[in-house]
């Protein structure tokens, strides 16, 4: 059984940073791109960064570049992120998919239920 | 970036009726050397994280009723849900992968029982 589980989310002030971390099984995860995507509170769904299989191919939304590091841990078989100089408007329930292939430009078939991350002061 | 505009924004139908949700993207989303739609559908329920119902834009995913269709090529998709029954009541996204490094979703729509 895939299962996705996310950690590392909590309160932060803005302009701090925060590591949120993506561990998974159930699945050969060296050979899927990984996903984050992130939902604001009542609001829709909004990707935020994904990686191929061996890091070769990192993409991001133009809200988080710059500012976000997507990476993996392909033996522990983790994916982060690390998100620095944080604002209020990343507040929001960030979490981890399983891409469908292993290069990032695919559909999601698996979904964590997500750590919630508030910036506020 | 390529945009992704759902229409309508919510609707409400009787159970055991038709739903139609519209899906439109600011640029085509077929790939012509595979002939493919880089077009997916995300159902949320509350509380829950989005699940896959559809991907190559009519493709089922592997345990999703038969009740659920897409349909649609280049840059005007549906999503069909041809018999509403209570547990359908959710969000629903559509999203789109033909883009290099730049996945996008739909604003979502919201479906009610009526």
């Known amino acids: 059984e895939v299962q996705l589980v996310e950690s590392g989310g909590g309160l932060v002030q803005p302009g701090r940073s925060l590591r949120l971390s993506c561990a998974a099984s159930g699945f050969t995860f060296d050979d899927y791109a990984m996903h984050w995507v992130r939902q604001a509170p009542g609001k829709g769904l909004e990707w935020v960064s994904g990686i191929s299989w061996n890091s070769g191919s990192i993409g991001y939304a133009d809200s988080v570049k710059g500012r976000f590091t997507i990476s993996r841990d392909n033996a522990k078989n983790s994916l982060y992120l690390q998100m620095n100089s944080l604002r209020a408007e990343d507040t929001a329930l960030y979490y981890c998919a399983k891409g469908w292939s292993l290069v990032v430009d695919y559909y999601f078939d698996y979904w964590g239920q997500g750590t919630l991350v508030t910036v506020s002061s | 970036d390529i945009v992704m505009t759902q229409s309508p924004d919510s609707l409400a139908v009787s159970l055991g009726e038709r739903a139609t949700i519209n899906c439109k993207s600011s640029?085509?989303?077929?790939?012509?050397?595979?002939?493919?739609?880089?077009l997916a559908w995300y159902q949320q329920k509350p509380g829950q994280p989005p699940k896959l119902l559809i991907y190559?834009?009519?493709t089922r995913e592997s345990g999703v009723p038969d009740r659920f269709s897409g349909s649609g090529s280049g840059t005007d998709f549906t999503l069909t849900i041809s018999s509403l029954q209570a547990e359908d009541v959710a969000v629903y996204y559509c999203?789109?992968?033909?883009?290099?490094?730049?996945?996008?979703f739909g604003q979502g729509t919201r479906l009610e029982i009526k």
């Open positions: 999203q789109q992968y033909y883009s290099t490094l730049s996945i996008t």
């Open positions: 190559w834009a009519s």
């Open positions: 640029q085509s989303v077929l790939y012509s050397s595979n002939n493919k739609n880089y």
